[in-house]
């Protein structure tokens, strides 16, 4: 028996999230909740056996003894009104919108960091691509400033991801610095219309001071690209990491170099197809996430058996 | 100079001067305060109604990827603001890369247009960015970047979605300068046939057709039309503000301002600044001919120069890749991939001459 959880949202990460959740062994899912119960992702629920509610949040008020984390891939605007409630019930969330009430968590640089908190934020699919090859870099020497430029197709970019594109470009700013390590962070978004779609593309500058050790900035780039395949699989380097020599004019003073990393990011194809890698790098993460949390609620409730 | 020039009469459309914004690409967003001063200035006084001003991508755009500016835009914005008399100051935003927070600080300034700027295919990225703008009592005005890349009737309804976020005036940009006349009337026709708001054009150079589009639209109905002094601007430059002018008055259209003196901003203030004269040489006819982004030229140049590959290599991958406004750094990824091709085969070269002969006898003695 796995730890009971349910997932709030029934878009394209809400159902990308339930198809991952189904092959986990330390989380159960009980329920896809969403706010149409004509809407794909909860008639897909419904065809698993899953319950399918979709009266939102009321849901989970009414069900509260029976969940103990609630992933919600609804948007950051709802969100903030979610935390609320869940806070309220005592319930854990894992919150995949760019709300952050609560601490951001990139499972390669801080997993383990805030296992207990009452609610972790997931940042963007972006930071989810982006902040840990910063905080590598940022391992290794000061970063002044550092950039993350994400290029997802059209089609993997719901509504809700298209309302919130400037908390997008914040929330990633912040992780950069939060996470990242990085004095001043910028975030960029792009989508492309292009058909055939694109595969997922993150590209990170990072702005590398005179006397920067550059094999160790792409050896290190490299080591945390294989950590991250760990569990996105279809997360790779284009292209090896490359030095280049300026002087730039970056904010923070001016540098000899910088390094630009090159990211492709191909989906497991749970929900949409292997195109929306965005999709991916956001579930896989926030599962995760919720695994680590279920195996220290087991390691903790063991440690006080014993006590 | 002292004579005035300009046909009489309520101006037949708004003509917004983007010299400080597009033209910014041209100088690798190196304004200085000094400059603005000086173009706002003469703008003003030629009696340009509408001057826009911000990093070449619009607010929030210094950047590696699109280049850092020189001196921060918000300090270019306020020495603007301080030098008009009449003239309305616009800055543009793509959400995206700007965030509502530069919004905000530019309406404290006095800033009295946002113009916000989408992919054609993605007006629904506006809405949050647009309501703002209304909120913060300025004029917003909706942007449908590289509009020749889909049909008139999918931007007419990415159009709608903008003018019920509020818009009050509809653009469509060709960004690449890749409509042909026929294109441009297609486009404006449909949308101030679409539309309960005003539409206008946003021309480039790269076919040598800006203002022959410009004045295309205004026979569409088109009300707004862009605008660059000198025709400074990213590839193979924007429409000429002092052409598009004076064809005007030629033509008998009162624009409401003086062509001499858009003549002399042009030929005085703005030319002896450029790092090069606007013209159309093969990279920006290419640009215009594969529809691919005029922002990127300067930074495919300096990548083919880096990687010792070809910008004309550079320019027609990203065509095939179909990239849109933003995606500067698909450049570097596309250069590191040709340099390594281009190693792979000098490889492949060598290897073929050192074990060449050798191989090629053992082959022959074997088929005997």
Request: aromatic share 4%; hydrophobic share 45%.
């Amino acid at each position: 028996m796995g730890l009971p959880v349910a997932i709030i949202g029934s878009g394209n990460i809400g159902t990308d999230l339930m198809y991952k959740l189904q092959r986990s062994d330390l989380l159960d899912l009980v329920a896809l909740i969403g706010i149409d119960a004509d809407s794909d992702g909860l008639r897909r629920a419904r065809d698993l056996g899953y319950e399918a509610p979709s009266n939102g949040i009321d849901w989970v008020t009414e069900n509260a003894d029976r969940v103990q984390i609630v992933f919600d891939a609804t948007s950051a605007y709802v969100h903030v009104r979610h935390a609320k409630v869940l806070a309220e019930l005592g319930i854990t969330a894992i919150d995949l919108t760019p709300a952050c009430r609560g601490p951001k968590v990139i499972p390669t640089v801080n997993l383990h960091q805030h296992l207990d908190a009452p609610n972790v934020n997931m940042v963007t699919c972006g930071g989810q691509a982006t902040a840990a090859t910063m905080g590598v870099v940022s391992q290794i020497t000061r970063v002044p400033y550092a950039e993350m430029i994400s290029t997802v197709a059209s089609l993997s970019a719901g509504p809700g991801t298209r309302q919130n594109i400037d908390e997008f470009t914040r929330t990633t700013s912040a992780a950069l610095e939060e996470i990242g390590g990085a004095e001043r962070g910028k975030a960029i978004m792009i989508l492309n219309p292009a058909d055939p779609p694109i595969l997922m593309r993150n590209t990170v500058f990072c702005a590398l001071p005179e006397g920067t050790a550059h094999d160790a900035v792409i050896a290190s780039v490299q080591k945390m690209a294989e950590a991250v395949q760990e569990f996105v699989p279809g997360y790779r380097l284009k292209q090896e990491p490359v030095i280049e020599s300026g002087p730039f004019n970056a904010p923070g003073g001016v540098v000899p170099h910088r390094v630009v990393v090159l990211i492709e990011v191909t989906g497991a194809g749970d929900y949409f197809p292997p195109y929306a890698g965005n999709l991916d790098i956001m579930t896989a993460a926030a599962l995760r996430v919720g695994e680590a949390m279920a195996v220290h609620r087991i390691e903790s409730a063991s440690k006080e058996a014993q006590a | 100079m002292t004579a005035t020039i300009s046909t009489p009469g309520t101006p037949a459309f708004r003509l917004t001067d983007s010299t400080l914004r597009d033209g910014s690409h041209a100088l690798m967003h190196q304004y200085t305060e000094e400059q603005v001063i000086d173009i706002v200035r003469g703008l003003d006084s030629a009696g340009v109604p509408v001057i826009e001003i911000s990093h070449g991508d619009g607010l929030g755009g210094s950047s590696f990827n699109y280049g850092f500016s020189a001196v921060d835009e918000k300090k270019l914005v306020a020495r603007a603001v301080e030098a008009t008399t009449n003239a309305k100051i616009a800055v543009l935003m793509i959400p995206g890369i700007g965030t509502i927070n530069d919004l905000r600080e530019v309406a404290e300034m006095g800033v009295q247009v946002a113009r916000i700027a989408t992919h054609c295919t993605e007006a629904d990225v506006s809405e949050q960015h647009i309501k703002l703008v209304k909120q913060l009592g300025m004029e917003a005005v909706g942007l449908l970047m590289l509009g020749h890349s889909t049909t008139p009737e999918e931007l007419l309804k990415q159009a709608l979605k903008m003018q019920s976020y509020g818009a009050d005036v509809i653009y469509t940009m060709d960004s690449a300068g890749a409509m042909t006349t026929d294109d441009a009337r297609a486009r404006i026709g449909t949308l101030v046939n679409g539309l309960d708001i005003p539409v206008g054009l946003h021309a480039h150079n790269n076919l040598s057709l800006a203002v022959a589009n410009s004045m295309a639209a205004l026979s569409e109905g088109a009300l707004h039309l862009d605008g660059c002094s000198a025709g400074l601007g990213a590839g193979a430059g924007n429409c000429p503000t002092e052409i598009l002018v004076a064809v005007c008055d030629k033509s008998g259209i009162p624009t409401g301002v003086d062509t001499l003196r858009v003549l002399d901003v042009a030929e005085e203030i703005v030319r002896p600044m450029m790092p090069r004269q606007q013209v159309i040489d093969r990279a920006g006819l290419l640009l215009g001919y594969a529809g691919v982004y005029g922002s990127f030229l300067l930074h495919a140049e300096r990548a083919a120069e880096r990687y010792g590959v070809s910008q004309a290599d550079i320019l027609i991958e990203l065509g095939r890749r179909k990239v849109v406004g933003g995606q500067e750094d698909m450049i570097i990824d596309v250069a590191v991939e040709l340099a390594r091709q281009h190693a792979e085969r000098e490889n492949a070269l060598e290897a073929l001459d050192e074990s060449g002969p050798l191989a090629w006898t053992g082959h022959i003695e074997e088929k005997r």
